[in-house]
């Protein structure tokens, strides 16, 4: 149960965390931060490093609809990727990929496939966000490899 309020508390107040990570395609260890903010429903849940998928989850009580609302990701210096979502929605507590074109042979039945996105962004610093129908922004998450300057 306090893992569950720890995570709430992040969710309402903008955070950042340093930790230690391990790649599922490597064998070392490395030093990323993540930034990660919510207006509610949804929260940008993670991204897979490779590019695969980002993963949305549903903080309502309610079946939640992503209808008109756009993901937008940009890394280092490039323009980014631009997806905006058809018909769809996420139920109550839930969470959901949105898995990259290049990916779709490996999505599962509840898995969403952005069919107009080869592959979502990687590099050192990757920025993904969600915007609502009216383009406000809803949630952030950034992620990117940690320097002296931003380990705790």
Known sequence: MKLHVLF????????AVC????????SYWSS???ESSSEGPFMIAGIDPNGKYIQLENLSGEREYLNGWTITQKTDNNPGVNYT????????????????????????ATDF???????????KEVKTY?????????????????SSTNLH
């Open 32 to 34: 990323i931060y993540v």
């Open 113 to 123: 496939v952005a069919t107009d996105v080869y592959a979502w962004e990687t590099g």
């Open 8 to 15: 709430l508390l992040c969710v309402t107040f903008s955070c």
């Open 19 to 26: 930790r230690d990570i391990m790649r599922e395609d490597s």
């Open 130 to 146: 969600l915007y609502d129908r009216n383009h406000t922004l809803k949630a952030e998450y950034i992620v990117g490899k940690a």
């Open 85 to 108: 979502f058809d018909f769809c929605s996420i139920p109550p507590y839930r969470k959901r990929k949105i898995v990259a074109n290049k990916w779709s042979y490996n999505a599962s």
